[in-house]
Structure formats: C-alpha cells, structure tokens
C-alpha cells in the first residue's frame, strides 16, 4: 500500500512539473509578449500607432509587431531625436518612424526650445535674364522655423561672383557694384518682407549671388543663414 501511494506521488510530481514547463515557453501556440516604454521631453508629444501619448506610457506588443511612432513639437520647440533603446528603431532622427518589437524597449522623444528663429532668403530669378538691360530680381527674407526671438541689428548682405566689376546693384537711391549691404534693421522673430533690386550685368556669363544675414554693422553671418544662386545671362 505504501508503494502505491509513493507511485501516486510521483505521478502527481511529474505531472505539476511538465505543466510548470510549459508555462512561459516558446512553444507553437503562442509567442512571446515585450513592453515598450514611451516618454517625451519638454516640448512635445508621441503618437504611438496614432493614439496620443500623454506623458510617460507603458505598451505591450507581441514580438515582430511594428511599431509607428510619430514626434510632434509644440509651437517654439523642435524635434530633436529619439533616445534610449534605439537600435530597433527605423530612422532616430525622423519625427515619423517605426521600431521593431524583439524585446523591452524605453524611448524617448527629445526636444528643444528654439530660441531663436530661423530665416529663409530666397531670389526670384528671372526666365531670361538679358546683359546690358536692368533687370528686377526680389529677395525675399522670410522666417523658416519660428522661435521666441528675433535678432537685433543686421543686414543682409548680397555679393556677386565673380568679382570684375561687371554688375550693378540698384537698390532705391543707391547703386553697388558687385556687392550690396543693406540699411540696418531690426528681425523679428517673425518676419516676411520681399526687396526689388535692379540688377545690370555688362556682358554675358554665369555669375552667382551669396546672400546672407550678418550682424550690423557689416560683422558676421548670423547662424549660418546663406544662399548661393547661379544665373545664366545672355546677349542683348
């Protein structure tokens, strides 16, 4: 009788550990589940899968799930890129992406303030553009990514290449060769104002225009804000 019920015993054993085996394995009826940790700095949101995440948030994925995540930045703010767990991670530095779920993962979406704004300077060039004839090409000045602050006492400075003394810059009473500053003036932070200056090349060519905002008077470029633009001119 006292076998018997040692037999019972281990019978019940071997049962309670195969089923304990199972628990958790990788078997074929299911696969295995990872949480995927969202944050954001100052400055932003994440949209995970297009739901809005507010805040810090915990999220569980079967393994192979992909992920889409998207970066907003609030007004004056810019994405930077995400942080932490970022090898699966399609694009790091791309406000919309995905990431590939093979295990737990934290990320975080990273932003920063803009202080100050940036600017675009754009040249409306002419179809043809005739030498020995004026010819009226607007520059535009316009903000790009707008922050909290302007910038105080600049110019924009305009030069043409290459430098022989075969182009004129007519701006209201005031006639450059080959090279052109502006009065100086104050930039707000957000800015749109277009100039018309004539321009008279002498002789046909290629030239280009480096166009710039520098600190007044006639100091550096500001924040790297240039553009170079080539011109064809053709005989009259």
């Not at 932003?111 to 043809?128: M, Q």
């Amino acid at each position: 009788m006292k076998v018997t019920r040692v037999g019972i015993f281990l019978t019940i054993v071997a049962l309670i550990v195969g089923m304990v085996g199972c628990v958790g394995g990788d078997g074929d009826d299911g696969g295995e589940s990872y949480a995927l940790t969202v944050d954001s700095t100052a400055g932003g949101t994440v949209t995970v899968d297009n739901v809005p995440i507010p805040g810090k948030a915990m999220l569980t994925y079967d393994t192979g799930k992909v992920v889409n995540l998207i970066a907003t930045p609030s007004p004056g703010y810019r994405f930077v890129g995400w942080t932490g767990d970022v090898d699966p991670i399609a694009d790091i530095n791309a406000v919309s992406t995905t990431i590939t779920m093979q295990g737990n993962y934290e990320i975080t979406a990273s932003f920063e303030a803009i202080l100050h704004s940036t600017y675009k300077l754009i040249c409306d060039i002419p179809d043809v553009i005739v030498a020995c004839e004026d010819t009226r090409m607007p520059v535009t000045l316009k903000t790009d990514e707008l922050g909290k602050l302007g910038y105080d006492s600049v110019q924009l400075h305009v030069r043409v290449y290459p430098r022989a003394g075969d182009v004129t810059i007519k701006l209201y009473f005031w006639s450059f060769n080959n090279e052109l500053y502006s009065n100086e003036f104050d930039l707000p932070a957000d800015y749109n104002r277009t100039i018309y200056p004539l321009v008279y090349f002498s002789k046909p060519g290629e030239y280009t225009f480096a166009l710039s905002l520098t600190e007044a008077p006639y100091g550096p470029v500001i924040d790297d804000m240039k553009e170079y633009i080539t011109v064809s001119v053709v005989e009259a």
